[in-house]
Nanobody, 121 residues
């Protein structure tokens, strides 16, 4: 079983930036970042997998960027121009194979424990 460990969550003011990291203990083909705010459903934020361009939720397009370092089995989420509505627990998810529907949680085999992002106005 591949283990995922997120880091980089913090409290920032609106307009600020954060970079989240997620390190996997083994090979991961596809990655996704999800987030869940209190009282809300979990939502997919950004997805990356081999052979496809990254995919983003409309709410973060132009502000967030997902990238991967395959040599390190690590995925990153660069978050710029943060807004209070970005406040949530952020989770990374990984899959050992391709994912047909990015941003949907049912395609992923591995999950991290989450890292908290808080954006104040």
């Amino acid at each position: 079983q591949v283990q995922l460990v997120e880091s980089g969550g913090d409290s920032v003011q609106a307009g600020g930036s954060l970079r989240l990291s997620c390190a996997a203990s083994g090979y991961t083909y596809a990655w996704d970042w999800f987030r869940q705010a209190p009282g809300k459903e979990r939502e997919g934020v950004a997805s990356v997998q081999f052979g496809r361009t990254p995919y983003y939720a409309d709410s973060v397009k132009g502000r967030f960027a997902i990238s991967r370092d395959s040599a390190k089995n690590t995925v990153y989420l660069q978050m710029n121009n943060l807004k209070p509505e970005d406040t949530a627990m952020y989770y990374c998810a990984g899959s050992r194979g391709s994912v047909s529907y990015p941003l949907r949680s049912d395609g992923y085999n591995y999950w991290g424990q989450g890292t908290q992002v808080t954006v104040s106005s």
